[in-house]
């Protein structure tokens, strides 16, 4: 058995058995002992970026990591962004990377490059296999590591992978999840019962299921504390039959006036808010100077536990109060990002999964569909734009049996633009809401937000996506996936509703220009 | 004047006057900054790679740096592929990296990752300005550093970069060329004189200039030796009324086969040479073992005038052989490989700009161009796919009185297809011959040659890229660039003679797919 053959085994009985891949000459092997592993699901992208996104969307989904196939150094370096973004909401990934054989590393090749040190900066856990016999007990390492909740990075040299001697190693055993203790629940519940002010800031495994959101409910119906998700949760369960839970908005001036009078703020599943960016004159993160944050649970602890544990002391027997269903009127006329928003909450299906990279364009979403069915949303968690294609074609092989909707921005679709190609590919049932606005409309916001001088002609032009305009439906059908183009809020209605019906993957192009 | 004013009057001054964009918030006031500096050309791409790419393109035909400008560690990331490229290819360029502001770092925001670190891996040169005062001295010493054939990379904080208080700084004036010793030309006059085979390979400064090839030829033509160039240069100078001087090719067992034999190699401006991959069983480079290698100038050193020393002194008299005038027939019927470079050559333009990645149906293109009219041909210096069409922007946008060629991939190109984008919206004149055998072509030699076992249906599936099939002349006309598909070579020729004799982008997408 060849060190590839070993691997992949090793990661099937560990329950990895999807890979997303970009491979190169390195990888052959691996490649090749996909049909000696058919539990290993191989699924071709056409680029890194891709491949890295559409790991974070199954695992999203999952709880489990996906693996990543990926070309040396320079092939990390294109799925670099997406790794970011897994990075920070904690997405458990094993990456596989190739390199030279090991005698060939010392000639310095046109593609040599330091492959460790650009992982080491997105990976909890970097190792590079150093012989056959090593290389299974590694991926199961690989595995353990990125349960914890981070991303671990094996690099695998072209001749450990093609060299016999290997043979499978078992998974290594779970570790279980950090518990709270007793006595920082403690803590917690005499701040909530203060009387004072408090908000109680969702994140992590707590807005990720049922159980975390409704503890949340009862603590906020027992002691009157106001609830707030993180402002860009990995996932979030919404809809109706839940508490309406609003996420902390992203503009510093709106997060600062939400925090506001705030004098005790507690964590669960969440980190401390800070601002996206530092701006001019603006305090670097919304709290309040005389509010007192609490941790009731850090991210990768058993904060739904901890919450439960909370609401046992703190709410008695008080109900949370629940969502009704509710959907907005199917608007009418020409499109705005609100008429797409309340398109959107018009026809949401039952169990999607919606992801989110909306940025500027998601005006009145979260109102317009909280009480919609119940649903997933997935939504950028590191800023570095370009996770919404890819993560849908993950968040798709993941749930088969679910539809995907994904919100997305112009101007972010075309940094992993290639994703359709795989949606494609696999028939994935992805529809692709495309609000083609022309422009990066969220820098013309910064560049006022921050204070430059001037916005002067040569400046708007680099925030300008005009000229020539970029044709979604020709990108799509170019690359297999059927698109249309709407005007009208009918239109948008109509072709989503077609889109949602039938199997695949669909795009419809929201223009949101203004006419002329 | 604010830290970016200052910055990019100092870039302008120092010769660094075009510079490719994909900015975001913390790059804001370096954008609204352009319009106080109107002799700095601000060009937006769509996705960092392009803007990369392009900036090595740019450096390639100019010999001066270009700047991009990127957003944090995701948006280095990004670009990373390209800039492994320009490193291998020793192309000057200077990095803007935008970061947070100074007092925003310590807060871990989602932005936040180690730029540093990410920039270390392929710069030579890496600062972060920690003043708006120093920003300006920072940019020259960038200058400076990547004018010796390096990337320089700044991190520029958001508010250095608004606050006031920097000044301009004068350019470093430039560090003279180091010359080669006579003793070192010496050595290789007494090997290039010993009568045994001798092969001069030339690479670098060498291939880039008349001058050198034309030294090499009187070298040839006074003492016998075998001329040969690096098999992936930078840049080289071709066509009728200079030497034939092929590449050393790139399959190992050809390159062994081409040195066989060989006692003395001696490099000028090339390194020696290596196997792009360890291939079991294969030696790591094609020199024999008995051959002594000498180097008359390693890249960086003058080149050109070590060479020139050397024909002094071995060649007396003796003329180059030159090579004729002459081009292809154009060829009819069904389109190959090889018939897409007879038409390329029947039809290269006078001074055309050639950006080569045509990877494996690039058959027979230097033989069928080699007495064409003088032109530029730009290789893939760093193996990292991805580069042909940002380099093609880049070199349009150096040489708008020059026509562009880029021989395309269909895998590579769908890299960095956004780039298509940017030529749109500059109305560069490029003309894209895109390969279409709907496959990773080399990836399918690639598992034979390494001896990867099976080559079953699943691997092959990871190499295939029908499925959907790829539909370039969409995704052309979607980014704004027209484009025409041709299934025979009389199409071809027709649609590359009308491409070549419009101003502007064109696509043309060669169908080398199997009938049926």
Redesign the interface.
């Given at each position: 058995m060849?060190g590839a053959q070993a691997l992949i085994r090793t990661l099937v009985d560990a329950g990895v058995d999807v890979c997303f891949?970009n491979?190169?000459?390195?990888e052959?092997?691996f490649?090749?002992?996909?049909?000696?592993v058919?539990e290993m699901r191989?699924v071709?992208t056409?680029?890194e970026?891709v491949a890295t996104g559409a790991a974070d969307g199954w695992a999203r989904m999952t709880g489990r990591p996906a693996a990543t196939l990926l070309h040396l150094?320079?092939?990390m370096?294109?799925g670099?962004?997406n790794?970011?973004?897994a990075r920070?909401g904690r997405t458990p990934m094993v990456n596989v990377v190739g390199d030279?054989?090991r005698?060939?590393k010392r000639?310095?090749?046109?593609?040599e490059?330091?492959i460790d040190?650009?992982a080491?900066?997105?990976s909890g856990w970097v190792r590079r296999s150093l012989t056959p016999e090593d290389v299974a007990a590694d991926a199961a390492d690989a595995v353990a590591a990125a349960a914890r909740g981070q991303i671990a990075t094996l690099v695998l040299p072209?001749?450990v992978s093609?060299s016999d001697g290997a043979a499978v190693a078992d998974p290594v055993p779970p570790r279980p999840r950090p518990q709270v203790s007793p006595a920082g629940v403690a803590d917690v519940a005499t701040a909530v019962g203060s009387g004072e002010p408090t908000v109680l800031l969702l994140g992590g495994d707590v807005v990720a299921s049922e159980a975390g959101l409704l503890a949340a409910g009862r603590v906020a119906a027992g002691t009157g504390v106001r609830l707030l998700a993180e402002t860009?949760p990995a996932r979030m369960v919404r809809g109706a039959g839940l508490p309406d839970v609003g996420k902390l908005p992203y503009p510093p001036e709106v997060a600062i006036k939400a925090l506001a009078g705030t004098r005790h703020l507690v964590l669960a599943g969440a980190?401390s808010p800070?601002?996206?960016?530092?701006y001019?004159g603006v305090p670097?993160?919304p709290v309040p100077d005389d509010c007192t944050v609490h941790v009731l649970s850090a991210p990768g602890e058993d904060g739904v536990a901890a919450l439960e544990e909370l609401a046992g002391q703190v709410a008695g027997d008080a109900e949370p109060q629940l969502l009704e269903a509710s959907r907005p009127e199917l608007p009418t006329g020409r499109l705005t990002p609100r008429a797409v928003s309340a398109v959107v909450g018009a026809l949401l299906p039952e169990r999607a999964v919606v992801v989110d990279e909306a940025i500027t364009s998601g005006v009145g979403i979260a109102e317009l569909t909280s009480g919609a069915p119940r649903h997933d949303w997935l939504a950028l968690?590191?800023?570095?734009i370009?996770d919404g294609l890819p993560m849908a074609v993950g968040a798709a092989v993941a749930c088969p049996d679910r539809p995907v909707l994904v919100l997305q921005a112009d101007?972010s679709a075309?940094?992993t633009?290639?994703a359709l190609?795989t949606m494609?590919?696999e028939q994935l049932d992805v529809t692709v809401v495309l609000y083609d606005n022309a422009s990066y409309a969220?820098?013309q916001g910064?560049?006022a937000?921050?204070?430059?001088?001037?916005?002067?002609?040569?400046?708007g032009?680099?925030?300008?996506?005009g000229?020539?305009?970029?044709?979604?439906?020709?990108?799509a059908?170019?690359?297999?996936v059927p698109a249309t183009r709407a005007e009208t809020a009918e239109e948008l209605a109509g072709q989503l509703r077609t889109a949602l019906a039938e199997p695949g993957p669909h795009l419809v192009q929201a223009v949101l220009r203004p006419a002329g």
């Open positions: 060849n891949a491979p190169g000459t390195s052959m092997h490649v090749a002992a996909l049909d000696d058919p191989g071709l056409l680029f970026g150094g320079p092939g370096g294109n670099l962004a790794l970011h973004n920070r030279h054989t005698s060939h000639l310095d090749a046109p593609l490059s330091d040190a650009v080491g900066t997105v072209a001749d093609w860009f980190t800070v601002h996206f960016f530092g001019p670097g993160t968690t590191g800023g570095a370009g101007g075309m940094y633009v290639q190609w494609a590919r969220i820098l910064e560049l937000r921050v204070g430059a001088s001037g916005g002067g002609e040569r400046a032009q680099l925030l300008d996506l000229g020539p305009t970029l044709d979604f439906v020709s990108l059908t170019g690359m297999g």
